[in-house]
Antibody, heavy 115, light 107 residues
Framework: EVELVESGGGLVQPGGSLSISCVAS????????MSWVRQAPGKGLEWVAN????????YYVDSAKARFTISRDNTKNSLYLQMNSLRAEDTAFYFC????????WGRGTLVTVSS | DIQMTQSPSSLSASAGDRVTITCRAS??????LVWFQQKPGKAPKSLIY???TLRSGVSSRFSGSGSGTDFTLTISSLQPEDFATYYC?????????FGGGTKVEIK
């Protein structure tokens, strides 16, 4: 059974940094593009970034460019998102998902940006 | 960016009803469209990909159609467990974009 488990969310002040992780089991992560998708409480879904199977290409939504960095460690079956210069509008549940069509999803981790 | 417009944004229906949700892309996305179901407090669940391919394990009462810019998700006979919010998403171009969602509520 495929399972994706996010961790590392929490409360951070505006302008601060946070790194979140996603560990996969039941699949070989190196076979998949991987995405981060977020959802502000009570709002819709927004794709944030994704990364090629070998980590050689990354794409970002404009609001994440120059602030967020997606990375992966296939030896650990893990995906990461380093978030800097955080803003209140980055407050959301952050989900990792496989591929660009997001076949499998984790349960999400909540990032709250507030003073 | 490709805008994905879903309609309606919400609907009320009864168990057994046939329900249709539409999704329109602002430019041609061929068949690079996926439909998700999301229940409160849960992660989205993939239902249909490539516009019309039912994901393994998903009930056959769900179907998808369309290509280019106009797409539909149909639930042939609404069941109690189908009350949820549904999203479309295009994966033709970056940035990947989602529709605003359609909340299906009990009448």
């Amino acid at each position: 059974e495929v399972e994706l488990v996010e961790s590392g969310g929490g409360l951070v002040q505006p302008g601060g940094s946070l790194s979140i992780s996603c560990v996969a089991s039941g699949l070989v992560l190196s076979n998949y593009w991987m995405s981060w998708v977020r959802q502000a409480p009570g709002k819709g879904l927004e794709w944030v970034a994704n990364i090629k199977e070998d980590g050689s290409k990354q794409y970002y939504v404009d609001s994440a460019k120059a602030r967020f960095t997606i990375s992966r460690d296939n030896t650990k079956n893990s995906l990461y998102l380093q978030m800097n210069s955080l803003r209140a509008e980055d407050t959301a549940f952050y989900f990792c998902a496989t591929g660009s069509n997001h076949l499998y999803w984790g349960r999400g981790t909540l990032v709250t940006v507030s003073s | 960016d490709i805008q994905m417009t879903q309609s309606p944004s919400s609907l009320s229906a009864s168990a057994g009803d046939r329900v249709t949700i539409t999704c329109r892309a602002s430019q041609d996305i061929k068949n690079y469209l996926v439909w998700f179901q999301q229940k409160p407090g849960k992660a989205p669940k993939s239902l249909i990909y490539s516009a019309s391919t039912l994901r393994s394990g998903v009930s056959s009462r769900f179907s998808g159609s369309g290509s280019g810019t106009d797409f539909t998700l149909t639930i042939s006979s609404l069941q109690p467990e189908d009350f949820a919010t549904y999203y479309c998403q295009q994966y033709s171009n970056y940035p990947l974009t989602f529709g605003g969602g359609t909340k299906v509520e009990i009448k």
